[in-house]
């Protein structure tokens, strides 16, 4: 095979086989922005502010904070909360630490065993609330197969009761004189 003999163009530059392409440049913005926004928002509007923790505390209002104590396992975990954070004060106090770490040591340990204590509650919550509802679904299969049941004794009732009829008319067709006349006498 001959070399190849082409005259290089003059108004393409050379590249020698050795050198990569150059990579394409770097783009200044993401992909996913539009004109007027950032790269969190799709409309292309500026994104507003975002919420704070007291904005968000503001919108619940009064009424979540004054009934806090009526929701189902509240009460138990505070007050199993207050017995070991008044076991972990006195901890930190019979081994002779200071004031200031053993009421951290209470508040720490009132606050871990309340969350722990809470979940734990709502966690055998579910539990129970799903065991009521395959109670229910039971129920409700149990009670659609008794009235299963029940309908198909009524329907072998009355097709016994139908049955007992017939045989009843055969019985009283069979001793009339016209059953013994068709049975017994032969014309031809």
């Known amino acids: 095979m001959a ?13 020698s086989p050795q050198s990569p392409p150059p990579p394409p ?24 502010s975002e919420l ?6 503001r919108t619940l209002g009064p009424e979540y904070y004054l009934n806090f104590h009526k929701r189902p396992c509240v009460r138990d975990s505070q007050l199993t909360g207050i017995a070991a954070g008044f076991v972990g004060g006195s901890v930190g106090a019979i081994v002779r630490r200071p004031v200031s ?23 055998v919550r579910s539990k129970e ?30 097709e016994q009761l139908r049955v007992e009829e017939e045989r009843r008319a055969e ?4 001793k009339s004189w016209g059953y013994w006349l068709e049975k017994n006498v032969r014309f031809w």
Not at 3 to 15: E, L, V, Y
């Open 3 to 15: 070399d190849d003999t082409r005259q290089p163009d003059a108004s393409q530059p050379s590249q």
């Open 25 to 48: 440049p770097h783009p200044k913005t993401p992909a996913n922005t539009m004109p007027g926004g950032s790269a969190h928002t799709a409309g292309g509007t500026p994104a507003e």
């Open 52 to 57: 704070s923790y007291v904005d968000v505390v």
């Open 101 to 123: 770490v053993c009421s951290n040591w209470a508040v720490l340990s009132w606050v871990g065993v309340s969350c722990a204590s809470y979940q734990y509650c709502q966690y």
């Open 129 to 158: 609330k799903d065991g009521m509802r395959m109670a229910r679904e039971l129920m409700d299969k149990k009670r659609v197969s008794v009235e299963a049941k029940r309908e198909a004794r009524k329907r072998a009732q009355q």
């Open 171 to 174: 019985d009283a067709r069979r």
